[in-house]
């Protein structure tokens, strides 16, 4: 469960620094809210503004598996919503099996961004969704074939037409432009960290304050990691063990040899590994990479500290703070269409109960169906759930369940089934399925 793996940081902090108090160095906290301060508008290109209706297309067609060559990848394959659209993995298979060259890196926040991919080699958002699908490791496709399997789809037509006013086509344009639209509105949601640069003193406690003294202060974090997305967009080498040249070759430059992008910081928590090549698995490792991995070589950023003493304790609050740049549950935008997830015999289902969890409880508590018939979980809370069902002839875990999302679950064997919500176990639903006979 994600929960678990945030609570754990959050208890090594707790007992690391039990007895050695050390005192977060002073900043100047008024310089740094304002540092940290959110803008209050997204930003568009002006040849591609982004509308409603061309971000509804957008978020379809990410999902939209014609644009592989093989018809089975999307998007959404290597980019999942509940992993801060990554996926998990250091590396990601490429279509031949063999792992590709580098991470599926997170898309929050990319609508702010003034180079794409790690070594910055497309310089629009438009122009780098082209790249993945005709790359030959990742989806395999031709765009031409793509934009045309898509040009007979009656519904796409409409799609587009209602995206495009002035340009009612599906073209390869438009549908690199929908792509890019919908991506803008990945805007990372406010955490307990943006209360904090509100003015909110106690919204960060005080292990988490003393890491963020760290991270602007003795660490060195921030000469790289700025502003409220906590990147400088600038390309530097961390002294990774890798040996992908990154930047170097994209500009000619030997100097900029192993330099990456500086990843944004938001919702990291979702995201791991971390790094171009997902070497480091946790932010502990993060951590102790700064503090004592560095690979020296030349080309190493002139703003990476070379040698910082950093004790246990400091290394868990900075861990701590780096917590707090994440929500606590995985965001879903609401840009993306709620999921639905069917389970079991729901096709042939003759009915289908819908059970709501309102105020983080199940409502009804307990239901009566029969052999044949299917339950609907709608999550109509403002909070993330998720249904477990442990019975002896089922046993089911929906995994993220988000505001809008609904389950749908059909029964073909009688029986008592329990159902609970694995992040608020207190939600509990009893289904007693009665045998068709019983009609
Ligand atoms: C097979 C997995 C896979 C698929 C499918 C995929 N991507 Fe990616 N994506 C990656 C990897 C890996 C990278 C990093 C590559 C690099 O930097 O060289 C990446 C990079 C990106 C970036 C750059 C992010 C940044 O921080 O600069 C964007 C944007 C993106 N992908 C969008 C898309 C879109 C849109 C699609 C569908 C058209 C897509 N991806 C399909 C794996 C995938
Ligand atoms: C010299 C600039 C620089 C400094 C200083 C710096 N970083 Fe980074 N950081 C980067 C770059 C560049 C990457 C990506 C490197 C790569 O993949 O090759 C990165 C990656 C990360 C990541 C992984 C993000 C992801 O999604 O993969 C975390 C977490 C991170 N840094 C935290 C920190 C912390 C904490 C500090 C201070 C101890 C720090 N950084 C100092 C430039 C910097």
């Not at 991506?183 to 890491?211: I, M």
């Not at 409220?228 to 070759?249: M, N, V, Y």
Request: glycine residues 8%.
């Amino acid at each position: 469960m994600p929960r678990l793996r945030r609570a754990l940081p959050a208890l090594m902090v707790a007992t690391l620094v039990g007895g050695a108090a050390d005192k977060p160095a002073a900043i100047d906290v008024e310089h740094w809210r304002q540092a940290f301060a959110r803008p209050d508008h997204t930003p568009a290109p002006a040849a591609n503004p982004t509308t409603p209706e061309k971000v509804r297309l957008g978020a379809a067609l990410f999902d939209d598996t014609r644009l592989s060559g093989s018809g089975e990848i999307a998007c959404s394959t290597c980019h999942q919503a509940e992993l801060s659209f990554s996926d998990g993995v250091d590396r990601h298979p490429g279509l031949d099996g063999a792992p590709l060259e580098r991470r599926t890196p997170p898309l929050w926040n990319m609508a702010w961004g003034l180079s794409w991919f790690w070594d910055g080699r497309a310089d629009s958002l438009e122009a780098q969704a082209a790249i993945p699908i005709e790359d030959k490791r990742e989806m395999g496709g031709d765009l031409e074939r793509a934009t045309k399997a898509i040009a007979a789809d009656p519904l796409m037509q409409k799609s587009f037409a209602a995206a495009f006013p002035e340009d009612p086509a599906v073209t390869r344009d438009n549908l690199m432009k929908a792509l890019a639209a919908f991506e803008r509105t990945l805007v990372s949601p406010q955490t307990r960290f943006d209360r904090w640069v509100k003015g909110d003193d106690r919204a960060l406690d005080k292990d988490e304050f003393a890491g963020l003294a760290l991270f602007v202060g003795k660490a060195g974090c921030v000469a790289c990691h700025q502003g409220w997305r906590f990147t400088d967009e600038a390309f530097h080498d961390i002294g990774l063990r890798s040996q992908d040249k990154g930047r170097g070759p994209v500009l000619g430059v030997k100097a900029a040899d192993h330099a990456f992008k500086t990843p944004s910081l938001r919702e990291r928590v979702w995201s791991a590994p971390y790094m171009h090549d997902g070497s480091l698995a946790t932010f502990e490792d993060v951590v102790d990479h700064y503090a004592k991995g560095i690979v020296k070589r030349p080309t190493l950023s002139a703003d990476l500290p070379r040698a910082i003493e950093l004790s246990e304790t400091e290394r868990a609050q900075l861990v701590a703070f780096l917590n707090t740049l994440s929500s606590d549950d995985p965001p879903r935008p609401t840009s993306l269409p709620p999921k639905t997830i069917a389970w079991g015999a729901t096709a042939q289902a003759v009915a289908t109960t819908t059970v709501s969890q309102k105020d983080r409880r199940f409502s009804p508590g307990a239901i009566l169906l029969k052999v044949g018939e299917a339950l609907r979980i709608l999550n109509d809370d403002t909070r993330t759930h998720n249904v477990r069902v442990d019975g002896a002839n089922m046993s089911f875990n929906s995994d993220g369940q988000n505001p809008g999302d609904t389950v749908t679950l059909g029964f073909d064997q009688p029986g008592h089934y329990d159902i609970i919500c694995g992040i608020h176990p207190e939600m509990r639903l009893s289904v007693d399925v009665a045998s068709a006979a019983a009609r």
